[in-house]
């Protein structure tokens, strides 16, 4: 009966590859990776994938650092250019625990981040979350940013009330990210050069406002890769979910997704 073991070793294997892609071909560039916030606790929020746990999260680092990945802000990687092995930490909404949670483990490695901020919002809280069931959460004060920047953290705007540029009038679209871009710029005593669009939603309107705004780069959140023919002002991201397995995260560091 020879065929029973190989019967459920095919079924097994079939089982698997349905659910993780490995067989999807390794994209060439660098994963732009996007975090929310680097918590434990999930404080009954219905979007339990944007807080990954602070383990999970060294873990992660841990793994880009074993592969020779440099992990830096998104500015360093557009610097270094297309032959180096870069990967770009992301995180949008500018939370509290960046500086608490995430910060001290990308530090203490010798790594960089970038953090995205609602400058209309510094020192309050996620409001634009609210009404949907998603908790209150505080985010980065003007002092906690200053710091931050100091010790190498690059900050991009994030806009200024965290509004879908798309709905905006052209008007209302300046305004916000003339205000994104001045709160910053004198926060940091430089314009910001990154930028991720709320909501991931943009337009050709909009990057063109962006770009005006004095933003060079901007991300999205449609997945993909970093390469030298990204258009800098729709950069693709790779989304890493709580739930989110070392195999999962090892996909998606070469292939942009894990599983369906
Ligand atoms: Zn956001």
Known sequence: MIWWPVGLAGLGALAFSARYHWWRSRQPGSPVLMYHQIVQELDGTPLPKLRVPPRAFANQLDAMARRGYEVTSL???????????????TFDDAFQDFAANAWPLVQARGMGATVFVVTSQIGGSNVWDQGKGIPSVPLLDAGQIKELAAQGVEFGGHGHQHRDLTSLSPDELARDLAACQETLSELLGKPARSFAYPYGLFNDQVKLAVAGAGFSAACSTRPGMLAGSTDPLAIPRIIVKRSDQALDFSLKLTRTKSRW
């Open 75 to 89: 500015k360093d990687a557009l610097e270094a250019g297309e032959g180096a092995k870069t990967a770009v930490l």
